[in-house]
Nanobody
Protein backbone atom coordinates (compact mmCIF):
# COMPACT_ATOMS: atom_id res chain seq x y z
CA UNK A 1 0.00 0.00 0.00
CA UNK A 2 1.46 3.30 -1.10
CA UNK A 3 1.82 5.66 1.86
CA UNK A 4 2.45 9.30 1.11
CA UNK A 5 4.05 11.63 3.63
CA UNK A 6 3.98 15.42 3.46
CA UNK A 7 6.41 17.74 5.19
CA UNK A 8 7.50 21.36 5.14
CA UNK A 9 4.41 23.08 6.48
CA UNK A 10 4.67 25.86 9.00
CA UNK A 11 3.99 29.46 9.82
CA UNK A 12 4.94 32.21 7.38
CA UNK A 13 4.15 35.88 6.99
CA UNK A 14 2.24 37.18 3.96
CA UNK A 15 4.57 37.50 1.00
CA UNK A 16 6.78 34.74 2.29
CA UNK A 17 7.68 31.36 0.85
CA UNK A 18 7.52 27.70 1.84
CA UNK A 19 8.37 24.48 0.08
CA UNK A 20 6.32 21.38 0.76
CA UNK A 21 7.62 17.87 0.11
CA UNK A 22 5.78 14.65 -0.63
CA UNK A 23 7.57 11.34 -0.42
CA UNK A 24 6.75 7.66 -0.02
CA UNK A 25 8.35 5.06 2.14
CA UNK A 26 9.15 1.74 0.51
CA UNK A 27 7.63 2.66 -2.84
CA UNK A 28 8.92 4.51 -5.85
CA UNK A 29 6.85 7.45 -7.00
CA UNK A 30 8.26 7.15 -10.52
CA UNK A 31 5.08 5.66 -11.98
CA UNK A 32 2.64 7.93 -10.19
CA UNK A 33 1.29 11.31 -11.03
CA UNK A 34 1.17 13.37 -7.85
CA UNK A 35 -1.33 16.05 -6.94
CA UNK A 36 -1.47 18.62 -4.16
CA UNK A 37 -4.75 19.57 -2.53
CA UNK A 38 -5.64 21.88 0.33
CA UNK A 39 -8.52 22.17 2.73
CA UNK A 40 -9.74 24.61 5.33
CA UNK A 41 -12.43 23.89 7.94
CA UNK A 42 -15.91 23.90 6.47
CA UNK A 43 -14.71 23.91 2.87
CA UNK A 44 -14.26 21.21 0.27
CA UNK A 45 -10.82 19.93 -0.54
CA UNK A 46 -9.41 22.00 -3.40
CA UNK A 47 -6.98 20.86 -6.08
CA UNK A 48 -3.89 23.06 -6.11
CA UNK A 49 -1.40 21.52 -8.51
CA UNK A 50 -0.41 18.26 -10.14
CA UNK A 51 2.47 16.74 -12.06
CA UNK A 52 2.48 13.73 -14.36
CA UNK A 53 4.63 10.71 -13.65
CA UNK A 54 7.16 11.82 -16.26
CA UNK A 55 7.19 15.37 -14.99
CA UNK A 56 6.44 16.67 -18.47
CA UNK A 57 2.93 17.85 -17.64
CA UNK A 58 1.83 20.12 -14.81
CA UNK A 59 -1.34 21.97 -13.91
CA UNK A 60 -2.28 24.65 -11.41
CA UNK A 61 -5.43 26.09 -9.91
CA UNK A 62 -6.05 29.65 -11.06
CA UNK A 63 -5.67 30.86 -7.48
CA UNK A 64 -2.01 29.78 -7.34
CA UNK A 65 -0.80 30.22 -10.91
CA UNK A 66 2.37 32.25 -11.07
CA UNK A 67 3.02 31.78 -7.33
CA UNK A 68 3.32 28.00 -6.85
CA UNK A 69 5.62 25.61 -8.70
CA UNK A 70 5.41 21.83 -8.64
CA UNK A 71 8.39 19.64 -9.45
CA UNK A 72 9.71 16.16 -8.84
CA UNK A 73 13.11 14.70 -8.09
CA UNK A 74 13.13 11.02 -8.94
CA UNK A 75 16.53 10.46 -7.36
CA UNK A 76 15.07 11.65 -4.05
CA UNK A 77 11.67 10.02 -4.64
CA UNK A 78 10.10 13.36 -3.78
CA UNK A 79 7.60 15.80 -5.25
CA UNK A 80 7.88 19.42 -4.21
CA UNK A 81 5.44 22.29 -4.07
CA UNK A 82 7.27 25.60 -3.94
CA UNK A 83 4.97 28.31 -2.69
CA UNK A 84 5.86 31.97 -3.03
CA UNK A 85 4.07 35.28 -2.47
CA UNK A 86 1.92 33.54 0.09
CA UNK A 87 -1.37 35.09 1.10
CA UNK A 88 -3.51 34.58 4.21
CA UNK A 89 -6.05 32.79 2.00
CA UNK A 90 -3.41 30.12 1.28
CA UNK A 91 -3.73 29.00 4.89
CA UNK A 92 -4.87 25.37 4.85
CA UNK A 93 -3.90 21.79 5.44
CA UNK A 94 -2.05 20.67 2.32
CA UNK A 95 -2.27 17.07 1.15
CA UNK A 96 -0.41 15.17 -1.52
CA UNK A 97 -2.22 12.41 -3.33
CA UNK A 98 -1.75 9.92 -6.13
CA UNK A 99 -4.33 8.84 -8.69
CA UNK A 100 -4.58 5.50 -10.38
CA UNK A 101 -2.52 6.36 -13.44
CA UNK A 102 0.25 8.54 -14.68
CA UNK A 103 -1.74 11.57 -15.79
CA UNK A 104 -1.95 14.86 -13.98
CA UNK A 105 -5.40 15.54 -12.48
CA UNK A 106 -6.89 17.85 -9.84
CA UNK A 107 -9.97 15.74 -9.26
CA UNK A 108 -10.30 14.47 -5.69
CA UNK A 109 -12.41 11.57 -6.96
CA UNK A 110 -9.51 10.33 -9.08
CA UNK A 111 -7.17 9.92 -6.11
CA UNK A 112 -6.39 6.47 -4.75
CA UNK A 113 -3.79 7.37 -2.14
CA UNK A 114 -3.61 10.31 0.28
CA UNK A 115 -1.12 11.60 2.76
CA UNK A 116 -2.18 12.86 6.18
CA UNK A 117 -1.47 16.50 5.41
CA UNK A 118 0.74 19.31 6.60
CA UNK A 119 -0.53 22.64 7.94
CA UNK A 120 0.44 25.92 6.30
CA UNK A 121 -0.45 29.10 8.15
CA UNK A 122 0.03 32.49 6.50
CA UNK A 123 -0.47 35.34 8.92
CA UNK A 124 1.08 38.54 10.12
Amino acid sequence: QLQLVESGGGFVQPGGSLTLSCTASGFTLDYYAISWFRQTPGKEREGVSCISSSGSSTNYADSVKGRFTISRDKAKNTVYLQMASLKPEDTAVYYCAAPMGASCTLSTRAMDHWGKGTLVTVSS
